[in-house]
């Protein structure tokens, strides 16, 4: 049964201070290994026998040696590759980067295992999804083509919207890799399908980006730029309204999910301020609710990703946005 608009608005009280996680935390065990695939399959002194040999994960085995054969001859393929070794040239930076990322992982979830990172080129195969994580395998994956530049031509010749070429940038590795690696830290429900559900299960993996990345600018960890995020924090009142309003919260339209929550030039509000605003303000307002329920409660990180009342949890984060 829904809650009633006076409870949602009347009953909230304000938000208190943002909860801060620890930006210093234990080293890890042993150093993580870093591989750059790339530079053996692109090394012709390598047959690629010794190369699956090594790797054997990698390679798709449901094509024909010499189709990988070709790959490693293909000039976009070198081409791709050379734009990785030129905006790559030193990957000390963001290697100490991950391995710091990872040590907050290791803090905050102490029976996770700290994966291998591997570094690739993908030939621009990979750029709409450039992190893939696994948990099981403790594998990490980065594709680096797919963080070169807004502007680089593989990316307009392929026509990838605008909104998503400006994650496209080294900005934007370690933001998308903890999003990645916190994709499967939290409990999800398939049978929560309510918008607040989806708000609270976004704005859940929002904050263990803030804890794996605390030094991270908010606006950077979104996704967004500066100016969309200014956006977000002007109008947060009256998202929050909207939403009450139109009975949102507990609706299970999946077009909220398009219009609110998937990634998108920006959201619909069916108004003038559409194009005003960034997309995924409802992953923006999930952030915000599941920040005012830690700044509330005692509880650790891994808890909070266990927690699988979605409910309780709306009830305690007493959120309500400040009126301008």
Request: net charge neutral.
């Amino acid at each position: 049964m829904a809650l009633s608009l006076a409870f949602l608005v009347g009953v909230l009280s304000c938000q208190k201070d943002q909860k801060t996680w620890p930006t210093k935390v234990d080293s890890l065990e042993k150093p993580v290994e870093f591989v750059h695939l790339s530079d053996d399959f692109f090394n012709l002194k390598w047959s690629l026998v010794e190369f699956d040999k090594k790797y054997p994960f990698f390679l798709d085995k449901s094509y024909p040696i010499e189709h990988w054969e070709a790959r490693r001859k293909d000039p976009l393929e070198l081409e791709a590759y050379g734009e990785v070794k030129k905006t790559y040239a030193d990957l000390g930076a963001i290697q100490k980067e991950i391995t710091s990322l990872l040590e907050k992982q290791k803090h905050h979830f102490p029976t996770t295992q700290t994966p291998t990172v591997y570094f690739y080129s993908s030939g621009y195969t990979s750029l709409l999804r450039p992190i893939i994580y696994s948990r099981d395998q403790n594998k990490l994956f980065v594709a680096l083509d797919g963080f070169l530049r807004e502007d680089h031509p593989a990316y307009l010749g392929q026509q990838i919207p605008a909104y998503i070429r400006k994650t496209m940038t080294p900005e934007f590795v370690l933001p998308k890799i903890a999003f990645a690696i916190s994709e499967q830290m939290v409990y999800y429900n398939i049978e929560d399908q309510k918008f607040l559900d989806q708000m609270i299960y976004q704005g859940k993996l929002m904050a263990c980006v803030d804890a794996f990345l605390p030094e991270y600018q908010d606006h950077q960890k979104i996704l967004y730029t500066p100016q969309q995020l200014n956006w977000a924090k002007e109008n947060e009142y009256f998202i929050w309204a909207y939403f009450v309003e139109n009975e949102y919260l507990f609706s299970q339209d999946k077009g909220l999910l398009q219009r609110f929550i998937n990634q998108g030039a920006f959201s619909k509000f069916y108004n003038e301020k559409d194009k005003e605003s960034p997309g995924s303000i409802g992953v923006w307002v999930g952030w915000q609710l599941v920040r005012s329920y830690l700044s509330n409660q005692n509880t650790t990180l891994e808890e909070l990703s266990k927690d699988k009342d979605n409910q309780k949890l709306f009830e305690r984060a007493k959120y309500k946005p400040r009126k301008p």
